[in-house]
């Protein structure tokens, strides 16, 4: 599953038809809090006394969330001014340690501080920020198991490539006896549980489950979890064990940087020796993006035309899988649906795109 590459469509930003922050936006916030962040001079713009300038008026939440799907749009566009002055106003109205909106526009603006940093010519504009990014993760709130299946039940953002996900694997693996999934994730292995019911109540009896999980320790994105994967790998044999499933856990230490380099090594050994009676699966979610590639951060089209490239044939999904996903969306609020795209299941948010699931197979 990835990210889609169609971005929001915000309101115009400049009513006024002015490119410049200061007829653009009046807001008043009075004196700027404290920052983790260097001095103000060193990365956003000192607005001269002239500009009449106040930030009070974009203290409410929509106005923050246009301002963030602006910045987004912006940084989308490689637009390093616009990013830059953005930025400016969202790090003055929205205090780590403000209301929840605050907190909410906060935790935004450091995941585009991060996104800039890896676009074009918005780089030189966070290039400052970057380190403090960096030892913000350093405090970053560590979920237990629980709080995390909390969290990822909040919204169908992980449910929804869970869902697609299980099903394409459940059909995948029809008459294999041995299952090696190799598990691509960032939310360390809360989607197997449910795989491990589907494959312990197949007709034609359980697999033996080969998991094996690329731990890429702090360079990994967030959500972080406050137990190791030796404990993680423990709990999830105990579980599967509980459901007549014989389990293999293994940890593979790897990283984005290097694009898994070492884990990749390592299939590539175990794929010379297998006899060919294990079906090998890798679950991919949210977590490719990361990787350092030609590819990465592209939007849907050209993710296929490189696993077409590959080798790859994509493979529709059921609609077993479909009519289950719109169930689950049903949970949730009214802006979310689903559709289909070709072969791939497309989760939207109020029409628009967000997320995208496809299935491939060796041609």
């Known amino acids: 599953m990835q990210f889609t590459h169609a971005a929001v469509t915000a309101p115009p930003l400049y009513p006024n038809g002015h490119h410049g922050l200061g007829l653009g936006l009046f807001l008043d916030v009075g004196a700027p809090r404290a920052r983790p962040w260097p001095a103000a001079g060193s990365l956003f713009p000192t607005l001269p006394p002239s500009s009449k300038i106040s930030l009070g008026n974009l203290n409410s939440a929509g106005c923050m969330e246009q301002l963030l799907v602006h910045c987004a749009n912006a940084i989308e566009a490689n637009d390093a001014t616009l990013t830059q002055q953005i930025l ?12 929840s909106n605050q907190r909410l526009t906060a935790a935004f603006l450091c995941a585009l501080v991060a996104r800039a940093s890896r676009t074009g010519a918005c780089k030189a504009v966070t290039a400052a920020v970057a380190a403090a990014v960096e030892s913000a993760a350093l405090h970053v709130h560590r979920f237990t198991a629980v709080e995390l299946a909390s969290f990822v039940d909040l919204t169908p953002w992980h449910r929804f490539g869970y869902m697609a996900a299980n099903h394409a694997i ?13 598990d691509l994730s960032t939310t360390h292995c809360m989607q197997m549980p449910t795989l491990i019911d589907m494959l312990a109540s ?18 990994g994105p967030p959500p972080a979890l406050d137990m190791s ?22 940890m ?51 993710w296929g035309q490189r696993m077409r490239g590959a080798g790859f044939r994509a493979v529709a999904f059921g609609e077993e899988a479909a009519g289950e996903i719109r169930t689950m969306l049903n949970e949730h609020a009214a802006g979310w649906g689903m559709k289909r795209e070709d072969d791939d299941l497309m989760l939207t948010w109020k029409g628009h795109n967000v997320v995208f699931a496809s299935a491939w197979a060796p041609s």
């Open 88 to 99: 400016w106003v969202l790090n003055n109205i929205a205090p780590a340690d403000g209301d």
């Open 202 to 219: 197949r007709a034609e009896g359980p697999p033996i489950l080969r998991l094996t999980v690329a731990d890429v320790g702090c360079s």
């Open 229 to 250: 994967y030796d404990e993680l790998g423990a709990k999830l044999v105990n579980f599967a064990r509980s459901r007549n499933v014989t389990m293999d856990f293994r």
């Open 170 to 182: 459940l059909e995948a693996v029809e008459g294999f006896s041995v299952v090696h999934v190799v």
């Open 252 to 302: 593979v230490p790897t990283s984005p940087a290097d694009a898994l380099t070492s884990l990749v090594d390592q299939l590539r050994v175990q794929q010379l020796v297998s006899d060919g009676t294990e079906a090998l699966i890798v679950n991919c979610h949210m977590l490719l993006h990361t990787v350092p590639d030609e590819t990465a951060g592209s939007d849907r089209a050209r």
